[in-house]
C-alpha cells in the first residue's frame, strides 16, 4: 500500500474528535494526487457528507463551471477540505476538530508539493495564507509561502448566496489562469 492509501485509510478510520459520532462519511479528497494544484475548502456539506466526495453539491456544480471557464476539469487537480467530516449544520469547525483534522491536510500537502494552493473561501484562506485574511480585500491576491504560490476565492456558496461577487471571481479565476501558465508544467489548460 502507497503512503497516498495509507493516508486515506487512516483518515477514513479517524475517530480524533466528536464528528466521527455524526458523519456519514469522511471527505478525503478527490483528483489528481500528483496535481501542481491544489483546491483546499473547509469541511463538507451535506451533499458531500452523503456521498464522501467533495464539492459535489450545487456550490460543487459551481465550482466545476469556474474551473470550465479556465480550461481546467476536476480530474488535473486536486480538491480537498480542510476537515475531512461534515460539522452538524454545517457550523463553523470548532478548534479541537480543526486539530484533529490538521495533520491529514498537512500530509496530503506533504505528498502532493502542489505549485498553487487556491482556498475557497474566507475560513481556509485564514487556515492556510493568514488567519487575518479578509476575503472581501485580498481574494484573487497572490502570495508565495514556503515556495508555493497561494490565492483565495469567494467559496461557490457564497457565489450561490451572493450572485453579485462573480464578476470578482472571474477576474479571480483568470488570474489563476494566468498564474497555472507561468509556474506550472504538467497542468494542461484546454485554452
Given at each position: 500500500m502507497g503512503e497516498w492509501e495509507a493516508l486515506e485509510q487512516q483518515c477514513l478510520a479517524c475517530q480524533g474528535c466528536?464528528?466521527?459520532?455524526?458523519?456519514?462519511?469522511?471527505?478525503?479528497?478527490?483528483?489528481?494526487?500528483?496535481?501542481?494544484?491544489?483546491?483546499?475548502?473547509?469541511?463538507?456539506g451535506a451533499a458531500e457528507d452523503a456521498q464522501g466526495q467533495p464539492f459535489v453539491g450545487k456550490a460543487g456544480q459551481l465550482l466545476d463551471d469556474m474551473l470550465t471557464m479556465?480550461?481546467?476539469?476536476?480530474?488535473?487537480?486536486?480538491?480537498?477540505?480542510s476537515i475531512k467530516c461534515r460539522p452538524p449544520n454545517n457550523r463553523d469547525p470548532l478548534n479541537t476538530e480543526k486539530d484533529a483534522c490538521a495533520?491529514?491536510?498537512?500530509?496530503?500537502?506533504?505528498?502532493?508539493?502542489?505549485?498553487?494552493?487556491?482556498?475557497?473561501?474566507?475560513?481556509?484562506?485564514?487556515?492556510?495564507?493568514?488567519?487575518?485574511?479578509?476575503?472581501?480585500?485580498?481574494?484573487g491576491q497572490f502570495t508565495e509561502k514556503d515556495g508555493v504560490w497561494m490565492t483565495a476565492l469567494y467559496h461557490p456558496a457564497a457565489l450561490l448566496r451572493d450572485p453579485g461577487k462573480k464578476p470578482d471571481t472571474f477576474v479571480d479565476?483568470?488570474?489563476?489562469?494566468?498564474?497555472?501558465?507561468?509556474?506550472?508544467?504538467?497542468?494542461?489548460?484546454?485554452?
Open positions: 466528536g464528528l466521527a459520532q455524526t458523519r456519514q462519511h469522511v471527505v478525503f479528497g478527490v483528483g489528481n494526487r500528483e496535481a501542481e494544484v491544489l483546491l483546499v475548502g473547509e469541511a463538507p479556465i480550461g481546467l476539469h476536476r480530474s488535473q487537480i486536486y480538491i480537498t477540505n495533520g491529514y491536510l498537512r500530509r496530503q500537502l506533504q505528498l502532493m508539493q502542489p505549485k498553487i494552493i487556491v482556498c475557497l473561501g474566507r475560513i481556509s484562506a485564514a487556515e492556510m495564507i493568514r488567519p487575518d485574511f479578509k476575503i472581501s480585500r485580498e481574494h479565476l483568470k488570474a489563476l489562469q494566468k498564474k497555472i501558465r507561468e509556474v506550472c508544467e504538467r497542468t494542461p489548460l484546454a485554452f
